[in-house]
């Protein structure tokens, strides 16, 4: 498998934890959409968004970061990233749906208001106001994962799976942007839990360190 995945993206964070997950082998193949790389005709056969990150395996090409995480997955069920029960699956698809509808939304307009290296790397200022109603969005989508959370639960679905990878990327750009996770303890842990992972600290000095 190949990865096509570029720096400082959050999008391709996640799918580059997930394959770490995994144990998969997996060749790297980092893009910089800075120099227009992604706009290739050579990359645009493989996502025609032109959006990072792209997944081949072998003849089999596939976009969208949770799609890809959810191909690994399944084709290595021994990481068991997703749990067995079809009620639980389906549970981790609502959570992967939660994230990509509204949580990364709302994280987006705030980092890129506030978080310094994506500022640099990107060359973006983000704009305050829509930073400010973000946060008003999260301000109703957070106490959702707190509740899930809350009943002394390690995980979203008790065990680890792809539905905690889905937040770690732009949850790590908004805390290191300032935001705070104090208002909500148990996402606090859980985030901590996260991010000392293995797999998430070889995708950060991969994609987020200078």
């Known amino acids: 498998m190949e990865l096509f995945f570029s720096r400082m993206s959050g999008n391709s964070g996640r799918s580059v934890f997930a394959l770490y997950e995994s144990g998969a082998e997996w060749t790297q193949r980092p893009i910089d959409p800075r120099a227009a790389q992604n706009r290739q005709a050579e990359y645009l056969a493989l996502n025609p968004m032109g959006k990072v990150p792209a997944l081949r395996d072998g003849t089999f090409t596939l976009w969208e970061s949770n799609a890809i995480n959810f191909y690994v997955a399944e084709k290595y069920p021994e990481s068991r990233l997703l749990p ?10 609502r959570w992967l749906y939660f994230q990509a509808g509204h949580i990364t939304p ?105």
């Open 106 to 210: 709302a994280c987006i307009s705030v980092f890129r208001a506030t978080h310094a290296r994506s500022q640099a790397f990107w060359g973006y200022h983000g704009d305050p106001r829509a930073a400010e109603s973000a946060r008003k969005e999260l301000e109703r989508f957070l106490p959702v994962l707190e509740t899930a959370l809350a009943d002394g639960r390690d995980w979203l679905e008790r065990e680890f799976s792809l539905a905690d990878i889905a937040y770690a990327p732009h949850f790590t750009f908004i805390s290191e942007g300032g935001f705070s996770f104090a208002p909500y303890p148990a996402i606090a842990r859980w985030y901590e839990r996260i991010t000392a992972r293995p797999a998430w600290q070889q995708t950060v000095r991969l994609l987020y360190q200078d």
């Open 84 to 93: 067995k029960s079809l009620e639980q699956r389906a549970a981790v698809q």
